[in-house]
């Protein structure tokens, strides 16, 4: 399923079973793009979108092997916090790092992000990949506002259905 | 919200819904389909209904039931609003590259100022 809107130019699509790949172009080149997304300094001013909430953690040991940790504070009070290891980082093309979600320690997927850059203009795809596909439909619903958390699964046939 | 993901989080409940997509279906054909017991197979559907999930219709002798739009339309919404969130912080990223480059401009740009002052 593709959700596309010219007003943001984002694309967002679930592929397979297990993955979810967010696509969207920048008009720049690709180094600012890769700046823009692995130094703390600039992390911290995009990650915690100010509708959702403020940014409390944001540490980026940019290196292979190295780790990282962001979090917010929710307009609702909640701490939300992620963290991970870098996986691969090729300067300016691609990075792969893995993300694990605090409460579920166990759970851990992983990102992979390619800037292929054309023009002066850079494509981003990020692609996530999940261990399963209930934990994959689950991370969809904690991006809700209204922090919708219930598990559940096997969604995105019927959600494919509505397309 | 919850209703329907608690409807469809059960195997047997998804794959009614994924037989439904091919159009009305009395409760017979569905468990000769998927091998389930009719008994069974009417309990899911009132589950699904209950959740909104399917609508029933009669048609001369039999009870058919299809997939009903509307909760079909939240689950839409769904993706929608994770899809929203990284519009939002690609967009905060948007902001940060263009103030990236305004300085690179800047540090580029030769520095006459200073041979101009003395």
Redesign the interface.
Known sequence: MTTANAADGICVQLLGDCEIEIVRTFAAPARFVFEAMSKPEYVRRWWAPRSRGEMTVCEIDFRVGGAWRFAMRTVSGMEVGFSGQYLEIEHGRRVAHTEIFDPFPDVISVVTTTLVEEDDVTRFTSIVRYPSKAVRDQVIATGMEHGMRESHKQLDEVVKSLV | ??AT??A??E?NR?RI??LL?EGPQPVGEIGARLGVRQPQVSKHLQTLYAAGLVDVRADAQRRLYELAPGA??E??A??????T??????????????E??KQ?AKEKRPRHDHRKRR
């Open positions: 919200m919850l993901f608690t469809l989080a195997p998804l819904v994924e997509r079909f339309r689950l839409d769904w993706l929608g609003d994770y899809r969130l990284w519009a939002e912080r690609l967009r905060g990223m948007d902001a940060v590259i263009t990236l480059r690179e």
